[in-house]
């Protein structure tokens, strides 16, 4: 392999820049599984208020006049998680408080 890779899709991918290029190249790519972890997801349609807080929101269907309750929460298909990481484990490399 000559120069950064363009593409990673494995984990030796990611752990071969981390062990062989400056942080200054890999972070933005560890990074990127940080921030592509967690997703709003809808839970179901409420009648109700519902909740609504930094993990809780409510979108309207104004077309059927129909309210969803939404979640932001850790996607189970994230790559991090299908490469096989932790979240503390990223964040350890990044520098984020764990």
């Not at 592509?36 to 809808?42: G, H, K, P």
């Not at 059927?64 to 189970?76: F, L, S």
């Amino acid at each position: 392999m000559v120069g950064f890779p363009e593409n990673l899709s494995t984990k030796e991918d990611y752990e071969y820049i981390r062990k062989n290029f400056p942080k200054e190249q890999w972070r933005p790519a560890f990074q990127n599984l940080l921030d592509t972890m967690y997703a709003w997801f809808n839970v179901g349609e409420i009648t109700g208020d519902g909740v609504t807080d930094d993990n809780h929101k409510i979108v309207v269907d104004e077309q059927n006049n129909i309210r969803y309750q939404y979640e932001y929460k850790a996607d189970a298909n994230c790559k991090l998680l299908r490469l096989g990481y932790t979240e503390d484990e990223v964040k350890g490399y990044v520098g984020e408080s764990v």
